[in-house]
């Protein structure tokens, strides 16, 4: 969190080591791992304190070119910010580094660090991060309602290939999915993150697959997928199969979809030389 890592950079600036007394650090000293005492998270009132991000110590058309995600994507300045932290579920694929209990910033937060995004960097679009969005109902109709009015689209994420899902099992969440009003869906694959129920039940049953030893492949990508789990249910190369045809499915079946989706596709082939909205 940011309280211990600022403590941390000012004992290092004045030449301190790092010790056992330090608050939320973990290290190795010879062959033993040592764990300092852990902080509570932060409260409301302390995430309203925390200063907005120093985006412009950054490299930021790189930042820009790197934030553009969705279908949607409407601007070539986008940033993200979170209005909340934690989640109360227990999701098994979940790494959960927010914490269980769910804590909001204050309205008044919120919409200060929005102005300060458009006015200081001159952000054309805005991405909320948030584990609980709708958490709060009350709170997420509000939202919604206020995201309509804006002109915002709907989307949904959809995860594949957990163990025990079979094809039948995605045919029928493809129904439902195209039973909704949606304007997107992001079809990933199952991500066995270290220190998730997921990832120990995939190593208990010998899930893995070669490509799950490398880290650098844990991202979701759209049109060609790193497959780090196969069970007896969904094989590689079955999921794979199921997960473009279910793309298909949703994209090509309004045009407005098919638009947008041959959009990103031309996104992602201009690649990181594009340039950015002044």
Not at 72 to 80: A, D, E, F, Q
Not at 134 to 157: C, P
Not at 254 to 268: H, P, T
């Amino acid at each position: 969190g940011e309280r211990p890592l600022l403590s941390l950079c000012r004992g290092l600036a004045k030449g301190n080591s790092w010790s056992a007394s330090d608050a939320n650090l973990v290290f190795r000293q010879g062959k033993t791992l040592v764990a300092g005492p852990s902080l509570d998270w932060m409260s409301p009132a302390e995430l309203d304190a925390l200063p907005f991000p120093a985006y412009d110590l950054l490299d930021l058309p790189r930042v820009f070119r790197s934030s553009l995600h969705g279908l949607y994507c409407r601007g070539r300045r986008p940033l993200s910010m979170m209005t909340s932290r934690g989640c109360p579920h227990h999701c098994t694929y979940c790494n959960r580094a927010m914490g269980h209990r769910v804590r909001f910033r204050s309205l008044a937060s919120v919409t200060t660090e929005v102005d300060h995004l458009v006015e200081k960097y001159r952000i054309d679009e805005l991405y909320l991060e948030d584990d609980s969005l709708t958490e709060d109902l009350g709170r997420a109709r509000e939202a919604v309602e206020m995201a309509h009015r804006l002109g915002f689209r709907v989307g949904a994420n959809w995860i594949l290939g957990y163990p025990g899902e079979t094809p039948e099992d995605i045919e029928a969440s493809l129904r439902f999915f195209l039973s909704l009003p949606l304007d997107s869906l992001a079809l990933v694959n199952l991500i066995p993150f270290p220190g998730t129920a997921a990832r120990r039940l995939c190593e208990q049953r010998g899930y893995l697959t070669p490509e799950a030893r490398d880290y650098a492949r844990y991202f979701f990508r759209i049109f060609s997928p790193h497959i780090l789990v196969e069970t007896p249910w969904l094989p590689a190369a079955v999921l794979r199969r199921k997960m473009r045809w279910a793309f298909l499915r949703f994209y090509l079946g309004r045009s407005d979809r098919a638009l947008a989706l041959f959009r990103a596709a031309a996104r992602s082939l201009v690649g990181p030389g594009r340039e950015t909205a002044p």
